[in-house]
């Protein structure tokens, strides 16, 4: 077994014990980042990665990330190393400084090998929509079935046993859809627990930095490093950093935990259905409560179009400086909207083009009442609703997709239970702010299957105590395309 094949705490202890170095690791990163065929990166940075993981030459006992290799989403701003979002609008662009949470990884001496590919913009969910095509599930050699998105490539690049753990943005469901598809732990902690700042904004009333594990114990590590109040972001959180993973061996007797009937109800996937029923008998055994709540149908039915209509907007909003002028080539033009209109033509995709022109229309004055307060006030209810659940509940549990990931040539019925609950409903998350974490639950035809936790505002301890006893039943830890387990659900 090759060492970046170890988890990340046998990772550390090879480091501090000297059986391997950072620079030892980092070149077997770059190797296998230069050996997927996924289509998983933008941009490997091998001069950079190798000249800073020369330095770190003492081991340091207490850090678990030191000397760690990892992939950063190109949607994160780093300081002298393009970064395009997956864009051709933002070809060449170089930033001038980093985000907040890639200078703490810096500072924690992580070595960051590549950028990741994703969706453009971060906008879309299948991993096809990036400037360099398609990005691959790496579960399927033949590349027909989908990686997800918009964090595909940080989401290959763990699962492909690349790299321990990568940083991706989760606006709907984008850390943690793709880590169901994936075999991953996908972590998406509470809205504000982690700075934004240099990372690009999508929709920031729904953005949430979050990222891509192997294990709950790297996830809780992780978070570690990552929280705490930034000055440059005034939305992030004032309240004390925990030890997050200080309760993950408790048990979790009498813990309650809610299952949503109708989001249940519309899973239609046989194998899903046996393996989720088998892991509810599970918790049940280790002593957790286990109840099946209502939720209003409408209101689930809702979840997709209201997320579109205020991502949309704020989308249109946040992504105005893209114009060929401020961001992005110039493409000529006798006047400043004929400039903008070259540069956007010719540098945007299709997507971006359509989601934008919704949000422009939802945002127009005659049409802001009934579509972008409407849903903001649609929101509003949803989130009363999944706080009233978790008022009388520790957590929400349920599978984090229908099924396993879908083939390219596959289309869903947009207007089905199925898609508009089952495959929508980890945004309830992002409306309310709330942590959330998708495990691996099993696989179906050598695919991954996945489910997730949510949990109260700032109740990441809570989430790796229930996601670690999940995975210890489950035996899916330390789960890649390198590793593969069939677990015990």
């Known amino acids: 077994m090759d060492m970046l094949d170890l988890s ?31 289509n998983a990166f933008e941009y490997i940075n091998e001069e950079g990665a190798l000249a800073f993981a020369a330095t770190l030459t003492e081991p340091e006992a207490d850090n678990p990330l030191w000397g760690i290799p990892y992939v950063a989403k190109d949607n994160f701003s780093t300081k002298g190393i393009p970064t395009t979002a997956s864009s051709n609008i933002l070809n060449g662009y170089v930033p001038v400084f980093d985000a907040t949470v890639i200078q703490k ?20 969910g299948t991993g096809t929509t990036g400037h360099l095509g398609i990005t691959y599930n790496p579960y399927d050699p033949s590349h027909q079935h989908e990686i997800g998105g918009s964090s595909c490539g940080s989401a290959v690049s763990v699962a492909d046993g690349i790299v321990p753990f990568a940083l991706g943005s989760d606006t709907g469901d984008s850390v943690r859809k793709p880590a169901s598809f994936a075999g991953l732990v996908g972590t998406k902690p509470t809205w504000g627990r982690i700075s934004r700042y240099g990372l690009f904004p999508f929709a920031p009333s ?41 309760k993950m061996n ?5 813990k309650k935990i809610a299952v949503i009937q109708e989001i249940y109800d519309s899973l239609a996937d046989e ?27 409408t209101l689930l039915e809702s979840l997709y179009p209201t997320y579109m209509v205020i991502s949309c907007a704020e989308a249109t909003s946040n992504d105005a400086n893209l114009d060929g002028i ?47 307060l409407r849903a903001q006030r649609n929101r509003a209810k949803i989130v009363e609703s999944v706080n009233a659940i978790l008022k009388d509940h520790d957590a929400i549990y349920l599978a984090a997709a229908p099924s396993v990931a879908p083939r390219f040539d596959q289309s869903s019925d947009r207007l089905s ?27 179906e035809n050598g695919l991954p299957l996945g489910v997730n936790f949510m949990t109260g505002a700032f109740q990441e301890t809570l989430l790796f105590q229930l996601a670690a006893a999940f995975e210890r039943a489950s035996g899916l830890a330390e789960l890649s395309v390198r590793n593969p387990k069939e677990g015990n659900l």
Request: hydrophobic share 40%.
């Open 8 to 38: 990340l705490a046998e990772l550390h202890q090879a480091l501090v014990e000297k059986k391997t170095t950072p620079l030892e690791l980092t070149k077997e990163a770059i190797a296998r980042a230069k050996a997927n065929s996924d």
């Open 105 to 124: 990884l810096k500072d924690a001496k992580a070595v960051m090998i590549a950028k990741a590919t994703m969706d453009e913009l971060a906008m879309g």
């Open 206 to 246: 729904l953005d949430h930095v979050g990222y891509f594990t192997r294990d709950v114990y790297s996830a809780a590590v992780l978070l570690d490093v990552l929280a705490g109040r930034d000055e440059n972001d005034s939305t992030s959180s004032t309240r004390p950093v925990e030890k997050y993973e200080s």
């Open 250 to 254: 408790e048990p979790i007797a009498g």
């Open 271 to 297: 194998t899903l259905l046996k393996a989720f029923n088998h892991s509810l008998d599970v918790l049940k055994e280790q002593g957790a409560i286990i109840d099946f709540v209502s939720m209003d149908s």
């Open 326 to 372: 401020k961001f992005g080539p110039y493409r000529g033009g006798k006047t400043y909207q004929e400039v903008m209109f070259n540069a956007r033509n010719e540098g945007f995709s299709e997507l971006i083009k359509r989601r934008f022109v919704i949000g422009s229309y939802c945002l127009m004055r005659e049409n802001q009442e009934e579509l972008f």
């Open 417 to 443: 239970d199925e898609y508009l609950m089952a495959d929508n409903h980890l945004c309830l998350g992002n409306f309310a702010g709330l942590p959330s974490i998708t495990l691996p639950l099993g696989f």
